[in-house]
């Protein structure tokens, strides 16, 4: 068994902080993505392969978290994983199988929107796998995290997590709001209701994976801004990149090689129309 971490690395405790304004939020957020574009040079030009798994409690703030992180950088260098529940195929698969097809080649990040820690969280609270596999996968997660790391891949954890309160008030405001509703799944309310069997099942899986060679790194997330920002700086001190010097780019000039009037050839052709959103 891999040996277990002294202690758990967090980051500033984002929910006793005042709240930030949009201007500042926009303009450090804006900042940092731009340190994550270097960030994204790096992996190419040095064939990293990275791994983040975001982990914890529903309504905690992953999906705005994962939007911030990623609304700058290439889809095809960091790739958002969110599988669906296994299909009765890979149900009767190694467990961890269906991750590993999702792994990183040379020059790309991959980051899980909930993993292989299903099975330490909702598989186990909501009864779909036995007491038995539950505790077979806390016993083998470490040595084969342990595994790809040793392998050259480096892998970050992630859990946030959300107090009592207020993932009362976001859930409600999800039930209330159209353009949200979709994000409560049929797991979410269930969650809410045993609140206090996902803290045994939190405490239980760190316990078990949080080690020296992959730790967990916990963020309190009940300020979504601060949250997204100090995860976001966070995870930039974790990495060893290095900022590549980039070429001059120079726009070229437009040929008049084979030039006609290209506008008038789609004159006719089915155009959107220009709705009036002032009426």
């Not at 971490?5 to 926009?26: C, I, P, R």
């Not at 983040?52 to 409690?57: A, L, P, S, Y």
């Not at 700058?72 to 097809?101: C, G």
Request: aromatic residues 10%; proline residues 4%; glycine residues 4%.
């Amino acid at each position: 068994m891999a040996k277990k971490s002294k202690k758990t690395e967090t980051v500033a405790d984002s929910g006793n902080l005042s709240k930030l304004k949009n201007k500042e939020y926009e303009k450090e957020l804006r900042r940092l993505q731009a340190e994550l574009c270097h960030l994204q040079d790096w992996v190419v030009n040095t064939g990293q392969r990275i791994v983040i798994v975001f982990e914890g409690r529903d309504a905690a703030g992953k999906g705005g978290t994962i939007k911030a992180l990623t609304e700058r950088v290439s889809p095809r260098v960091f790739k958002v994983v969110a599988l669906p529940a296994p299909s009765d195929r890979e149900k009767t698969q190694m467990y961890i199988q269906r991750y590993l097809a999702h792994f990183p080649a040379a020059g790309e990040v991959v980051i899980f929107d909930r993993s292989w820690y299903n099975r330490a969280g909702v598989e186990h609270v909501m009864g779909f796998c036995t007491d038995e596999q539950h505790q077979k996968f806390l016993e083998l997660c470490p040595l084969f995290e342990k595994t790809f790391i040793e392998n050259g891949l480096m892998l970050i954890k992630f859990w946030l997590e959300v107090g009592d309160e207020e993932q009362e008030r976001r859930f409600k405001a999800r039930i209330d709001d159209p353009v949200r509703q979709w994000k409560l799944s049929p797991m979410d309310l269930p969650s809410r209701k045993r609140w206090y069997d996902y803290s045994l099942a939190r405490d239980r899986m760190l316990a078990a994976t949080d080690t020296d060679i992959s730790p967990w790194h916990i963020l309190r997330s009940d300020n979504k801004k601060r949250a997204r920002l100090n995860l976001i700086h966070y995870l930039l001190g974790l990495i060893p990149y290095e900022r590549t010097e980039r070429k001059e780019v120079k726009l070229p000039k437009r040929s008049m090689k084979n030039a006609y009037d290209d506008e008038a050839t789609m004159k006719n052709r089915r155009w959107i129309p220009a709705y009036d959103y002032g009426k």
